[in-house]
């Protein structure tokens, strides 16, 4: 139970940090919700929650490369959960100079939670991306104990899994040079009922090869919520935790994937040559599925 506990949520502004969001308020806790975005992002997360629940809501505005700006954010939270976004002008642009704004990005964010005397938790959102990418891939079992290669990264220009394993690397550095406790959730490709993947979204850069190694993992967005949820509340969480509900392992799956995207692939696009043949799964998440047993995920 939260006890009224105020946590933030930063970046708010993506799938995950919305749901998140949500799912904090019904379970009780007082929510300052961060952002970069501009325009309407306030009314898209307000809709829908009662009036109880708006009452313990802060919107507020921070910029990760703005050290007084996380600090304003985090003020008086017992907790932070850290999504990264990037800014709305690149939002489908991954590259190396995006690398390297993830990484100035977590370092900012970790060092002020670290300078803030009220937070005893941080909850650091990366990917699956972080974990499976390197050479000779396909001879071992993939979990969270596993890191991207960052040579074999820049080498084959995986910008968001060079990223993401930099970030985290540095967020865990950071936070064991300054006894910060942190707990990271490395997730599959987000996803949600009501929207289709974005054909452009950085996480598909090597869709095909993942699918033939049988790590090709999707979330969905309110169970990530529970997972980032559960990590923060269990006292006996600890490091890495892959999470996903859904690995694409059979033709068929990977038929229905390629239809989700926006806009639809045609037969010779490169969603299309996930339906090669049935896969052996490579990649497991019992660590965060043994953690998640007695979670109760009723809203509060």
Sequence with gaps: MSQQKTVCVADCSGNTGKTLVRRLLRRGYNVHAATQASGDFNVNVVRGLTFEESKRLKMCRYDPFDYRSIVDAVRDCYGLFYCFEPSQDQEDVYDEYTVEMEVRAAHNVLEACAQTVTIDKVVFTSS?????????????????????????????????????????????????????????????????????????????????????????????????????????????????????????????????????????????????????????????????????????????
């Excluded at 910008?159 to 959730?185: F, N, P, Q, Y």
């Excluded at 993947?197 to 309110?222: C, H």
């Excluded at 490579?282 to 599925?289: D, L, T």
């Design 128 to 300: 699956a991306t972080a974990v499976i990418w390197k050479e000779n891939r396909k001879s071992v079992s993939v979990d969270e104990s596993n890191w991207s290669d960052v040579n074999f990264c820049r080498k084959f220009k995986l910008w968001h899994a060079l990223g993401k394993t930099l970030a985290e690397k540095t967020a865990w550095a950071l936070a064991m040079d300054r006894d910060l406790e942190m707990v990271s959730i490395n997730s599959g490709l987000v996803t949600t009922v009501n929207s289709d993947v974005r054909v452009t979204n950085p996480y598909l850069k090597g869709a095909a090869e993942m699918y033939e190694d049988g790590v090709f993992v999707t979330v969905d967005s309110e169970f990530l919520a529970d997972a980032h949820v559960c990590v923060y509340e269990d006292t006996s969480s600890f490091g890495r935790y892959l999470c996903f509900d859904n690995l694409i392992s059979l033709p068929e799956e990977a038929d229905k994937f390629a239809k989700m995207l926006t806009p639809p692939q045609s037969e010779s696009s490169p969603a299309s040559s996930l339906c090669a043949g049935a896969i052996m799964p490579r990649i497991h998440n019992r660590k965060i599925s043994k953690l998640m047993v007695n979670f109760h995920t009723t809203d509060i």
